[in-house]
């Protein structure tokens, strides 16, 4: 039996009908797309939904530090390296004292990234970190003594330095010992490098061009820094020496610049999306899963009855893929243990090129308050509802091949059962829906994609016999 849920003229009864929520405002939805509330909302759902391909995206791109954020060490299978670029010219001081010196060293300093770490809603019991984390460090090193030579270096595009990470072969490398300490309210940590990059670097007449790689795979956390070039907070690399006194090694405007290249483990899952590194599934379903059951539910689809004075238009006004959901597969995956949203967006046509959009999200109050939201995933429950709209609706109106998706990790989720999308003021506070901050952990995928899926559908239509 069809079952149908009639449009009112009343907003509050309209969107409680659908989505159990003033808040989605479908009656003027409607209005705006030029239906009129005599419109009925057919309810239905399309069993035995299964993919025709899914395509898994892992992002391995080299990406500069143009944020606040500075990765170094592992979670969940992925480490993060650090690559710098660093410029430097030595003044005539310094020379003098670097050869009379009894000693030289090098190290690099970190700020912590204290605007996550000092986060209200940062998990408590993740301080303090202590840990001697064994760092691979790499190199590359010229030196010159012509002028124009950091001229030279400064006109080496981003783009160009970033491509060259992706083979990187170093001129020399040794390991190094970074003693992690960080308790809440910390700000600067500090790492010694190589002795035998000192030495090499203590042969410097005039100006030198140092490329660094820090690598720790084996690494227990990721830690996060300062990252951004043009902040005083960025990691520093430091040349002192010591003799009568302690000189520090002042450097003349250089080309800096840093970035993060990921590595994932080479028995990694490769049915698994990270957060925060970008990764993506594309999941392509084919319309003959979901155009026959739509024909089947109408009876007659598409109705066509031109002329005769009855609109016949029909369009999606909500459409939910729920799919199963096995988060024991991913335990200890994340570093915060918080609830992670999961965002979707559909591939639709834009003057005849394919595009992107990711979908809006329409709230189930009742739902919400019961059970948390759908889109999250290491929460209660067992399985996952994605909201796929936009891309249900061109499929239909389009009568289109297939229907493709994309599938995210977005940000972890603060307030699970809050019927809200959105940070809000509550007794004088921000109430915070979500951590500003991506969590790096790992979700495994597989049983999402092998088992079959329900979509579910709110069309609105008008037929001659419902007049």
Known sequence: MKKLCFLFVFAALLTSCIFDSDDAGVSSWLSDHGLPDSYKVHVFDIENIKPSSVEFGKNVAPRLIDSMEFFLGKSAGVSYDMYMDVAFAADTTFIKSLKAADSTNTFMSFFWFWKLYNNKNFPKDSLPFKEDMNVQVSWKLEFSEKKKFLDSLSKISDSVWLASLSDWEADDSDEAVFEISMKKGDSTTFMYLPSKLTEQLSKMTYAAHLQLKLSAPKAEHLYCFFGNVSSSFAPRFNFYTVGDSVNYLKPSPPPYRAANVLVYDEDECETCLH???????????????????IQEFYEKYPLDNKGDGYDVRQTVVLAQLTMARDDAASSNATEFGLPIQVVVGSFVDS???????????????????????????????????????????????????????????????????DSTYTDYIANGDTNYVFMNYFDHGRYDFSKSLENPMTLKLWMSSKRKEEN
């Open 351 to 417: 003057a005849g090129t394919e595009v992107r959009r990711m979908e809006s999200y329409r709230l189930n109050k009742e739902r919400i308050l019961e059970d948390g939201h759908q889109n999250l995933i290491f929460h209660e429950g067992d399985s996952l509802s994605l909201q796929i709209t936009g891309g249900l609706r061109e499929l239909v109106n389009l009568e289109k091949d297939s229907l493709k998706i994309v599938v995210k990790m977005g940000y972890p989720f603060l307030q699970e059962k």
């Open 275 to 293: 957060g925060g590194s970008r990764d993506s599934v594309v999941i392509s379903i084919p319309s003959e899963q979901i155009l026959p059951a």
